[in-house]
């Protein structure tokens, strides 16, 4: 069975830090793009950035530009998401994503991140 699991959310005060990781199992995802998002109370899902797990390459959602990095260990078959200079707007719910190629079909339960001011 495909799995992802994400953990290391938690309660941090603005201007910290927090490591999120997504542990994927029942697969490999060397073919997939792997991805964070997020969702907000009362806001619909967005996303935050993805990588593609063979080549590397990556892409941020401007508001996360230079605050946030995305990392894989493909020998762990983890991704990670290290979020710094974390602002109250940032709180959400994370979830990591598989897309094969055609759409994210594959999520995890989320985690949840809760930056106070």
């Known amino acids: 069975q495909v799995q992802l699991v994400e953990s290391g959310g938690g309660l941090v005060q603005a201007g910290g830090s927090l490591r999120l990781s997504c542990a994927a199992s029942?697969?490999?995802?060397?073919?997939?793009?792997m991805g964070w998002f997020r969702q907000a109370p009362g806001k619909e899902r967005e996303f935050v950035v993805y990588v593609n797990w063979s080549t590397g390459s990556t892409s941020y959602a401007d508001s996360v530009k230079g605050r946030f990095t995305i990392s894989r260990d493909a020998a762990k078959n983890t991704m990670y998401l290290q979020m710094n200079s974390l602002k109250p707007e940032d709180t959400a719910v994370y979830y990591c994503?598989?897309?094969?190629?055609?759409?994210?079909?594959?999520w995890g339960q989320g985690t949840q991140v809760t930056v106070s001011s």
């Open positions: 029942g697969r490999s995802f060397s073919t997939y793009v």
């Open positions: 994503a598989a897309n094969s190629g055609i759409r994210w079909d594959i």
